[in-house]
């Protein structure tokens, strides 16, 4: 077969979904499989005039409001794009990880098998960093594009149960969504083994507020007040990095708290940590917590989203309600305190990543599905097994 693989960012951005799809088009290929990545470069602006539709409701109802216009304007420059691109190009099948590159895919190419994986909520993540409100006209728009996409492409797929529930409730059909947690190439997560006198604890995200990371701060001034021997490690860059900066100072952590600033490759300064901590405020699957467990670090986070499908709470990790510093400077009292818990869970929390998010279980389940649209044989399982 020979597919596409449709991301929107380009395939060397960090971030879960650039960071395994890559991994995901490799191993296909050393297995005979054709299979090409394409992507937007963010270079490309303005440029798409053609006149688009949507079959289930009506956009330009929604127009007028920045978000929107921005969408709709980023859909049409895909679509000039992917025409510029791959104009003499055909596929067996195209597999889209960003709604934008779904519906251009989809428009370009209507008879051609196209599958949908729905990696996060673009419309959640913008009501809690603050840029558009719940119930209004950039929300309404942006929960309907779910319902496009199942007008429009043959399978819908997320990586989260919790996230399949919330994607869910704008579908008509929404068992028939598939869900595959996201896989890592283990070749790339190597544990060291190192003993730190302080404990050091860890943060890789964007610095905006649906992370919480003004949680987390508050939590580690909590920490300094009890006495607790820590240094916090934010890596990521955003929006909101001066405020933090400004905030750590203003707890009076700044001294204990390093900002590194964006990292392309953060997985080789990982194992070097004790603890992984991340107190999102929604999260569809949060790669970096699997990311962060095959590096061997205890993992500490907020019970939402994917979060709380990867860490069973004492096990291989902690979990603790949203927006509650205290809970979190219990938990990461606990793990700073008690080194041998703190081992065992991150033992028990890299034996768990190994298995369940393993990239070879992956690419066993892609095969399964894309071999449904492989023309030139016959599936022995049907797509309503999966």
Known sequence: MNILQALFFPPEQPGGVSSMVPYIGERFRKIGWEMEMFSLPKRIRNKGNEEIEFATFDWRSY??????????????????????RLSDQRYDLIHAHHPIA????????????????????????????????????????????????????DRLMTVSNSFANYIGTYLK???????????????????????????QLVS?????????LD?????????????????????????????????????????????YGYMLHPEELLP???????????EAFGSVFAEAALCLLALVGTNVGGIAEQIEDGVNGLLVPPENATALADA????????????????????????????????NELKSIYGYYDKSTESETSIGEM
């Open 63 to 84: 127009s007028g409001h920045t978000i929107v216009d921005k969408y709709i304007q980023t859909y049409k420059d895909y679509i000039w794009w992917t025409r510029l």
């Open 332 to 363: 990461l009292e606990t793990a700073i305190n008690d080194p041998h818990f703190r081992y065992e869970m991150a033992r028990a929390g890299w034996n768990k990543a190994k298995k369940a998010y393993s990239l070879n279980r992956v690419i």
């Open 173 to 199: 059909e929404p068992d028939s969504t598939i869900v595959i947690p996201n896989g890592y190439d283990e070749k790339r997560f190597k544990p060291v083994p190192h003993e730190n006198e302080v404990a």
């Open 215 to 259: 949680v987390l701060l508050q939590a580690c001034a909590e920490l300094r007040k009890r006495n607790a021997n820590f240094v916090l490690h934010i890596i990521g860059d955003g929006p909101i990095r001066e405020q933090l900066e400004q905030l750590s100072q203003e707890l009076g952590i700044y001294d204990d708290t390093i900002f």
């Open 272 to 282: 070097f940590f004790d603890i992984f901590v991340l107190p999102s405020r929604a």
């Open 102 to 153: 779904a519906l251009a895919m989809s428009h370009i190419y209507p008879d051609t098998p196209i599958l949908m994986t729905v990696h996060s909520s673009y419309e959640r993540e913008l009501i809690l960093n603050g840029r558009i409100a719940e119930g209004g006209h950039e929300h309404r728009f942006l929960t309907s594009i779910y319902g496009e996409l199942e007008h429009r492409t």
């Open 204 to 212: 890789v995200c964007r610095l905006v507020p649906a992370k919480g």
